[in-house]
Each structure stands twice: as C-alpha cells, then as structure tokens.
C-alpha cells in the first residue's frame, strides 16, 4: 500500500485498464463460448450446443482457431472503458475514505465504494459491452443475419449510424445491476474466503491463495449474477424488425427465457462463465501488481 500511495492516480486508472486487458487475451475465448452458449436455444429454438466443449468444438470446425477470439478488439475496448473506470474510481474513493493514519474504511463503506465504482464502470463500458456481444454472436448466425463488423471502432459507428447512438447503451439496466451484483459477491466472498485461507495455516498471502481464493469467488458471483448477465446479452443482441423489438425490457427477457426454455436455462454457459471470471481476476491483480511494481522501480525515487 505504501508503494501504491507514490503512484499518481492516472496512472493507477491507466494500470487497472491494462492490466484488464492483458487478463482479456487470455480468457476471450471462455467469453465467446458463454456468450453462444447463452444465446444458443433462445424462443424455445433447439440448442445449437450441448455442452461448453460441444460449442467449442463447433467453433474451430466452422471458423477455425481465430474464431475464438472474434470480438476480442470489442473485450479490449470493455477492459479499456470499464475496468479503467471502476479500478480507478474505486481506488480514489478508497483512498478518501480511508483514516488520517492510513487505516483502511469499514466493511460497509467499501462495499459501498465497489457498488459505486461497478456501477460508473460498466455504464461506460455498454457501448463496448453490447460490441462484445454481437461480435463474438456473428460466427452463430446464418450468414444472412450476421453483422459482419469489421472491429470495435466499425461496431460503434454502424450502431450509431444504423440504430441510433442511444442503442450504444442498449440494456445498460442490467449491465449496471450485473455489475453491481459482480462487485458486491466478489467483495464479499474474496475478502472473506481470503482470511479464511490464511488462517487455516494450510495458506500464505501469494498467487496460490488469490487463485483459490478467486475460484471460489467466482462459483459465488457467477450463481449470483447469471440470470441478470443472460437477460443482458439477448437484450443486446437482439435486433428490432419494423420497429419491434424482441424483448421490452430485462423483466421480459427473463419470463420469456423461463416460460420456454426452463428455469436453469438462467444459468446457460455457466461453465464458461466461470471458468473465466477465477482467471480473469488472477490475471488481472497479478499484472496489475506487476505494473506497480515496475513503475516504483523505474520512476519513484526514495
């Protein structure tokens, strides 16, 4: 903590956006997965695909490697608006709550810095987010029904351009309440798995704890936050015929996806999912610990 509080607070912004980023490269293609998974069955269709391995397996075979990594220019731009955000702000209101002495805020009002800083986050990161979406979707598609954008920067101007600027934030509703429940569970559970490792004696404070500890985490975010995180994904993929859309709003995503396809369809590409969110969280605070080491080696002076 002492090292961090030398670091100037855009770079700290800069830091959380990049290492988001470098953790993306690696987990882009869990998130192309549970994205088809999720959108595999929908209006009570026949699944495209039983299993996380059955999908991945059809997505080499019909477009190859590269195919796992299609929109991962839309997951860089989600890591450079989002993560950037949330790191930063969460990081800033830490620091202002924090006590004259250094001593950390209370349970409750870092919890509350996380909701805030989940929340700024990911409404800046919609445009990116539903990028995301329709990028790593487009592989599934008949060719006829694909969107065919080039990149992030292409997605963005052709939504603009053809939908409207306003469809950029096209469900951020429950993009902000996934984020808020991601944020809350992996507070709670991270924290509290954490100190429970390091007491059992069996554990000490090193990546093997983060992993297990972020493992566990991530079993209870995903749960928590799945049903919302599908309702997200079709909103942002649907497309309006004649101007009707598909789905009115996350509330009638959410019926529709029980009344037809089941309840536990709430919970399509949980494997994924979750074997993404453990790693990506590793990843991520083990480049951004890396980061600041480097930057209090190289630039701050004692």
């Not at 590269?66 to 702000?89: C, D, E, F, S």
């Not at 404070?205 to 997200?232: E, Q, W, Y």
Request: proline share 5%; aromatic share 10%; net charge positive.
């Amino acid at each position: 903590m002492a090292s961090n509080q030398k670091i100037p607070k855009p770079v700290k912004f800069a830091f959380g956006g990049l290492a988001g980023m470098g953790a993306t490269v690696f987990v882009q293609p869990l998130d192309l997965l549970k994205n088809r998974m999720q959108l595999s069955g929908e209006g009570g269709a026949a699944r495209a695909h039983r299993t996380v391995f059955h999908a991945g397996i059809s997505v080499v075979k019909s477009e190859g490697i590269p195919g796992l990594y299609k929109g991962l220019t839309a997951g860089l731009a989600r890591q450079l608006l989002y993560t950037t955000t949330r790191v930063g702000i969460y990081t800033t209101l830490f620091e202002h709550f924090s006590g004259p002495d250094g001593s950390p805020p209370g349970f409750f009002t870092k919890a509350g810095c996380a909701l805030t800083a989940g929340a700024i986050g990911s409404f800046c990161g919609t445009p990116a987010e539903i990028s995301l979406i329709r990028m790593t979707a487009d592989g599934g598609l008949p060719a006829d029904k694909r969107r065919n954008y080039k990149g992030v920067l292409n997605a963005f101007s052709r939504i603009a351009r053809e939908e409207g600027v306003t469809t950029l934030w096209r469900g951020c509703g429950p993009t902000v309440g996934r984020a808020m429940v991601v944020n809350i569970a992996q507070l709670v559970t991270y924290s509290s798995v954490k100190e429970k490792l390091l007491g059992s004696g069996y554990f000490q404070d090193n990546i093997m704890c983060h992993f297990v500890s972020s493992m566990i985490s991530g079993l209870v975010t995903t749960i928590a936050s799945m049903p919302v995180d599908i309702c997200k994904t079709r909103i942002q993929n649907m497309k309006v015929v004649n101007g009707v859309p598909e789905y009115k709003g996350a509330v009638d995503v959410f019926l529709k996806t029980v009344r037809n396809e089941g309840v536990f369809s709430l919970w399509k590409g949980f494997t994924p999912y979750y074997a993404r969110i453990g790693p990506h969280t590793v990843l991520m605070f083990v480049f951004l610990e890396q980061l600041n080491k480097g930057y209090v080696r190289f630039f701050v002076k004692e």
